[in-house]
Structures are given as C-alpha cells and as structure tokens.
C-alpha cells in the first residue's frame, strides 16, 4: 500500500511539473496608478498579423501571464490595448516585467537580457535626439545666429542617427540566428510608413543568414518592400 501511495504522489508531481513547463510563467508589476485596472496582452506575429496568445488584468499594480506556452522561442510584443509598448522574449524561462515609469524591463533570461541592454542604448541615443529642438530653443535664447544654430543641429542629428543606424544594423548581425534578429527588425521597421528597402536593409539582406530570410515577418518584409520599389520606380 505505501509503495503504491508513493508511486501516486511521485506520478503527480511528475505531471505537475510538466504540467508548469506547458504554461507561461510570467509576473509582471507597475507603479504607474493610470494602469489599475486595464488589460495587457501578449501577441505573436502569426500569419501576418500580431495574435494574442493571453491577456491579463492589472490589479493592485501587480499582474500574471498564465496561458499555454509556445513550443518555440519567439518575441511578444506587450500591448497595453491596441497599443504595443514593449517587446517580450518567451523562451520557456519564468519572466519578471517591470512596467514602470522610468523602466520597462523583462529579467529572468538571458535572450532578454540581451534585448533590454540594446534597447538602453538605443534610447539613450533616441533622449538626445529629442532633446535637439530643446537645444535650439536655448541657443536662441543666448543670441547665437540662427543659421549656425541650425547648421551645428544638423550635424549633430546626422551624427546620432548614424550611430543609432549602425548600433541597430549590428545588433540584427549579431543576433540574426536567433528570435532577437527579426524581433528587432520587425521592431525597427514597424515603425516605417510602408515597407521600403533602405541602405541599412539592403546591406542586411545581403549578408543575413538562412535563419534570418527564413523568419516569416522578415519575409514578408522584404516582399512587400521590392513591390513598392518597383511600383516607384515605374
């Protein structure tokens, strides 16, 4: 009879613990008050679109991803309703998110590690882009001519945005044979008003790894930018 008790409870933990590797294991808090209450969800692009994989409500600052896991490692994008305001790299690791004012953070893998310190260079670089307008105004301020004013601006701005486009580009390099690669491409040209192939994509399609050309969005990416190039160009 013991012997049999304790198969049971041995076979039931076994099943609990798989049973925990096929759910996600993500915590998450806030300290932003505006955020009580409202829905976060996760998406994955899946046949052109961004899916939801699972949804969670903010309550006392605190919230819980517990959905099914994906069966591969892939990068989420955090949407606070319709808009998205952080990407999430789901590789089977339990994750911790910090949505705060001054922070937006995922800990508990390396791959997230990865992407969090690209992503505190990039908007150090993004801060003093923006703080340029707020430069000019001062400069006026303090007599300065305004055609140097704005010479000195532009070559700063110049400046900043090719280390920013050179810090982007070796990021996707480096990182092209895992999900970081096409997650920040997909990241980098969301933002575009349509699909175009520019200096900094082309000198990454031609040096991209299988890996990376075989990633659906970056496929599809590269596509819809060709028809648009041939359609100007006619």
């Not at 996760?42 to 961004?50: A, E």
Request: charge should be negative; hydrophobic fraction near 45%.
């Amino acid at each position: 009879m013991t012997n049999r008790i304790s198969f049971f409870l041995l076979s039931f933990c076994v099943f609990f613990l798989t049973a925990c590797k096929d759910r996600l294991e993500i915590q998450g808090s806030t300290t932003i008050a505006e955020l009580e209450g409202k829905v976060l969800s996760l998406r994955v692009f899946h046949d052109g679109d961004l899916v939801s994989i699972d949804s969670t409500r903010i309550m006392h600052g605190k919230f819980h991803f517990n959905g099914a896991a994906l069966d591969s490692v892939v990068m989420a994008n955090l949407f606070l309703g319709d808009e998205s305001i952080m990407p999430v790299v789901l590789d089977g690791h339990p994750l911790t998110i910090l949505l705060n004012e001054n922070e937006r953070k995922v800990i508990g893998s390396e791959l997230n590690d990865t992407l969090f310190a690209f992503i505190k260079r990039k908007t150090a670089l993004d801060l003093q882009l923006a703080e340029l307008p707020r430069k000019e105004s001062r400069m006026i301020l303090e007599g300065m001519d305004h055609d140097d004013i704005i010479r000195q601006l532009n070559q700063e701005a110049a400046v900043l945005g090719k280390q920013e486009d050179r810090l982007v580009v070796r990021f996707i390099k480096d990182n092209m044979d895992n999900v970081l690669g096409p997650g920040v491409f997909m990241i980098v040209t969301s933002g575009f008003p349509y699909p175009v192939l520019n200096p900094q994509i082309e000198e990454l399609i031609t040096l991209a790894s299988p890996a990376f050309l075989e990633d659906a969005y970056v496929q599809e990416y590269i596509r819809m930018a060709r028809d648009n190039m041939e359609k100007m160009n006619e």
